[in-house]
């Protein structure tokens, strides 16, 4: 292992070569990041400068042009690791599995106690500081809120179809194939969102299986959006992870701006919703604020992340402490 605290200084941006220096070892790294990113190298960029001094690992899918890519990467700092490229999108399994080699990356070259997974449309809510007070808060317990199957989100089924079936997309569109298959043993079917906190424990059976039980990674290389059930599942089963109950905080880190309209992504953030992101609460019960938000665009949410910025002391701005709360947004989902 080659660890990395909150200040790295070597690494490459060309993730096709096979011996890109370690980051540079330090004694402790709080959080390390893992993100998956398709465009915006300019909102990719500002991310990064955001989660400063975090090290991030950087995937970016194959499919976005060498000069979207090349933007992307250009220049970025010494703690971020460029990981070679899948073929990531829209519901395909190849989104778990760059997770997962985001997370081996993450274990191999940090003794980070948490890792983040989150989008290239995405950004913090927090600084540095809350996020380690956070984190040395909940030591060996990671922060994500999924549910058991049937999920009382998903339809009729509870989300069961998912699983059932196989499956493919193609251009945004569900292709079933209506025969049912049987489902795998020992295993606690769950769902959630693909955004998470996981402690490193956890990190480390999430690889573990995906390593050690071929059988269930081609069972959910066919089931359908396999990123918010295959990483739930076997963090919810016993025979990976036999304390998850206890070591978890079920609530959701992230703001997003779901408005209740039939979608199959969530609505870009603007200045609009700026009280409401600001507020970081979703449920006047929730248990904690929320720590990142989603999605953004550097074309359409530039007035509100200088916002953001500006009221958590991001990228160097002085922290403004009069950014107002507002009531918690019904149907929101964090």
Not at 10 to 17: E, Q, V
Request: hydrophobic residues 40%; glycine residues 6%; proline residues 8%.
């Amino acid at each position: 292992m080659h660890p990395v605290a909150d200040h790295a200084t070597a690494t490459s941006s060309d993730p096709n070569r096979q011996d890109q220096p370690p980051l540079t070892p330090t004694p402790h790294a709080s959080l390390a990041v893992v993100v998956l990113a398709h465009g915006d190298p300019d909102h990719v960029h500002r991310l990064v400068e955001a989660l400063d001094p975090f090290p991030v690992f950087l995937h970016c899918d194959v499919r976005t042009p060498d000069d979207v890519f090349g933007a992307m990467t250009a220049g970025l700092p010494s703690r971020v690791r460029v990981l070679p490229r899948q073929r990531t999108g829209w519901a395909r399994w190849e989104n778990v599995a760059a997770e997962i080699e985001g997370y081996r990356a993450a274990l191999a070259e940090t003794d980070a106690s948490h890792v983040a997974l989150m989008t290239g449309s995405d950004y913090p809510l927090a600084g540095a500081d809350e996020l380690r007070d956070l984190l040395a808060r909940h030591a060996g317990r990671s922060i994500v809120l999924f549910h058991a199957l049937p999920h009382p989100n998903w339809g009729q089924n509870g989300g069961f179809s998912r699983l059932r079936y196989r499956h493919w997309a193609w251009r945004k569109h569900m292709i079933r194939l209506p025969v049912a298959r049987a489902l795998p043993a020992d295993v606690v079917l769950a769902g959630g969102s693909q955004l998470k906190l996981l402690a490193r424990a956890h990190v480390e059976a999430v690889v573990r299986a995906y390593d050690e039980e071929p059988g269930l990674v081609a069972f959910w290389r066919r089931s359908w959006v396999a990123d918010e059930t295959f990483v739930p599942s076997i963090l919810s089963s016993p025979r990976f992870v036999p304390n998850w109950a206890s070591e978890h905080v079920a609530t959701s880190l992230w703001w997003i701006g779901w408005d209740g309209k039939r979608r199959k992504s969530p609505p870009w953030l603007t200045e609009e919703h700026a009280d409401w992101v600001l507020a970081r609460q979703t449920h006047p019960d929730q248990p904690l604020p929320h720590m990142f938000a989603r999605k953004f665009s550097t074309a359409l949410s530039g007035p509100l992340l200088d916002r953001i910025d500006a009221a958590f002391g991001l990228r160097g701005a002085v922290r403004d402490v009069s950014h107002s709360r507002s009531p918690t947004r019904d149907g929101a989902d964090g």
